[in-house]
């Protein structure tokens, strides 16, 4: 380890000590550490603020025993060293600190903060031909002591400055954003393996590089040297999150200058222009094909995590038209699944075999009437889910070997009918007059016949939500319908007791209507 040589750069009363650097025969250095940029900055403002002169303490007792001033040890003054960088210089002119503690102590008088500053050499110690000066805020000053022949080999720059002014000993750059980050930029010109020295930093600290190599071409490298190597240090790297935010915005701006990106950019864009339709249908129909219910669940959970949050950002409506359209063709080939099933489980002689070769079609009606369900969750998240609710609807033929099917067999398809309800009645789903009627001529019964094995067999089935789901799909119904299907819900109702959907809300709801407030009947002419 070298030191870097700091001198004087004014006459005046800053000390400033030797910061530690490494430099090797090929000009490989380090950078001072940030703690010495930022505590010179921190070192500006006036945050050592003199203490208010301390009172004699009062005379609570009088026999407290006196203490003589010779008896008191002296305190010695608390150094003034503002930062470790720079020491406080003494002044003659103070009066000396008095020991007494019998006289009050006069307040110190503030001290204005002087001008930081640093003096780094590159290269060999003493070979030095040229200085470069850093002004950044607050009066911070950094002096570089360079060689003509790296900054004209480095810098197109520097190469046209020296060539119109030969003679040119001193380079001053005012108002420095990042000093630290110029100060590193020069040192990247003494570099011979510059991705060498890349690899040591973060990535954030290569987005300030690139910053500077935008911002202000006073100590640009040439983009063959610095941000062609800084972009392949980002193409390496790790980066997400925040970072990627960072990288991608910076490396667009770059872009729009006319530097070659697409390295970069690759890993968050692609060529083809139907990757994300082809991917969506590709992803969605493996999860549809598993059969391990872990690792199947556990994908579904996250598939509809990831299309909820792009359901917030605004997309253009093809896009969302093709996503849509490719899940509803996965529902009606899950329909086609599930009827076929159901034919085969409603054969007379099907049930007499063994049980394995029930089991498979078993599994298999669950696991498609899961993926209806799980279907239908995204179309609701899309607000898209009407179209399914007619599709449902229509299903009579399912609806009538439903019946045929043990119970055990069939009761996986009686959720989707639920859920159906459940959206209706939350509003998230808004079919029509027709459509509505239809489905609960098609899929209450159904429902009602199933709801004691749903109760206990069914994890995932929230008996209060549907029975408010079923209520409130009826009450959208007009009255007369609304009193056919309760009136057969109170036949249901008062056989079974709980193997019935508790509707007594939806039937308080309608007898007010019916007999309490008939609103047209009473309603007046208008004269």
């Not at 309800?421 to 808004?430: A, D, P, S, T």
């Not at 009826?474 to 109170?490: G, H, N």
């Amino acid at each position: 380890m070298a030191d870097i040589k700091l001198t004087r750069v004014e006459q005046g009363q800053t000390k400033i000590k030797s910061v530690p650097i490494a430099v090797t025969p090929e000009g490989f250095w380090c950078c001072p550490s940030p703690v010495v940029f930022q505590k010179s900055l921190k070192a500006q403002n006036p945050l050592n603020k003199p203490k208010p002169p301390s009172s004699p303490p009062p005379n609570t007792s009088a026999q407290k025993k006196p203490v003589s001033v010779s008896e008191r040890k002296p305190v010695p003054a608390p150094s003034r060293s503002v930062v470790s960088d720079v020491q406080q210089c003494n002044d003659p002119e103070r009066p000396p600190a008095s020991t007494s503690m019998a006289t009050e102590r006069a307040p110190r008088p503030k001290i204005e903060p002087l001008p930081k500053k640093v003096a780094i050499e590159f290269g060999e110690p003493g070979t030095c031909d040229m200085k470069v000066v850093l002004l950044g805020k607050q009066g911070f000053c950094v002096k570089l002591s360079v060689h003509r022949d790296i900054l004209k080999e480095k810098s197109s720059f520097f190469a046209g400055k020296l060539s119109e002014q030969s003679g040119l000993s001193s380079f001053h750059i005012d108002d420095c954003e990042d000093v630290e980050i110029y100060v590193e930029t020069v040192g990247l010109m003494y570099c011979k393996e510059m991705k060498q020295r890349l690899m040591k930093q973060n990535v954030s600290r290569i987005l300030r590089i690139l910053k500077i190599q935008g911002m202000n071409p006073l100590v640009v490298i040439d983009p063959s040297l610095c941000i062609q190597s800084c972009l392949e240090h980002l193409e390496a790297v790790p980066w997400i999150g925040e970072e990627e935010e960072k990288v991608v915005s910076t490396v667009l701006r770059l872009q729009g200058e006319g530097i070659g990106v697409n390295p970069v950019l690759k890993r968050v864009s692609s060529d083809i222009s139907n990757a994300p339709k082809d991917t969506l249908s590709h992803i969605v129909e493996l999860v549809l094909k598993s059969n391990e219910e872990r690792s199947r669940r556990e994908m579904k959970s996250i598939v509809l995590k990831l299309l909820r949050e792009n359901n917030n950002i605004p997309t253009s409506a093809g896009s969302d038209d093709i996503c849509i359209g490719m899940i509803y063709r996965s529902c009606r080939n899950c329909l086609d699944s599930l009827l076929s099933l159901f034919n085969q489980a409603s054969e007379p002689d099907w049930v007499d075999t063994t049980s394995d070769n029930r089991e498979p079609v078993v599994k298999h009606i669950a696991l498609e009437a899961d993926n209806l369900l799980w279907l239908l969750e995204i179309l609701v998240d899309k607000q898209a889910a009407d179209e399914f609710t007619l599709m449902w609807a229509n299903q009579q033929e399912l609806a009538a070997l439903h019946g045929k099917l043990p119970i055990v067999f069939r009761y996986h398809v009686s959720c989707i009918s639920g859920r159906l309800y459940v959206g209706i009645g939350r509003g998230e789903l808004l079919p029509s007059k027709n459509t509505r009627q239809l489905l609960l001529q098609t899929w209450l019964q159904p429902l009602i016949n199933d709801y004691n094995w749903l109760q206990h067999g069914c994890r995932s089935f929230d008996r209060k939500l549907v029975e408010e789901g079923i209520g409130r799909t009826i009450l959208t119904l007009p009255l007369e319908d609304q009193q056919r299907i309760l009136l057969s819900w109170v036949g249901s109702f008062l056989k079974t007791g709980d193997g019935c959907p508790n509707l007594q809300r939806a039937f308080e709801v309608w007898w007010r209507r019916t007999f309490i407030r008939p609103y047209v009947d009473n309603a007046k002419p208008d004269s």
